[in-house]
């Protein structure tokens, strides 16, 4: 079975556009890093739309 969740990379720059765009409030930090709960992200690609230097990529966990 694959699961299919987002993952942001180290070329964030911590812009925060993911996290205020979230409709799930999914994107969290730590102050320093940004994350993605799985548990809580639909999927939905709005982050992926607002990131202005691509860092949110798809990742299959196998």
Known sequence: MN???LEISSICISCDN?????PENAVVTNGQEYYIDPW???LCG?????????????????
């Open 18 to 22: 993911c996290r205020l765009i979230c």
């Open 40 to 42: 809580s992200c639909t």
């Open 46 to 62: 709005l982050c992926i739309e607002i990131c202005p230097v691509d860092c949110i990529k798809e990742t299959k966990a196998t």
């Open 3 to 5: 699961e299919i969740s």
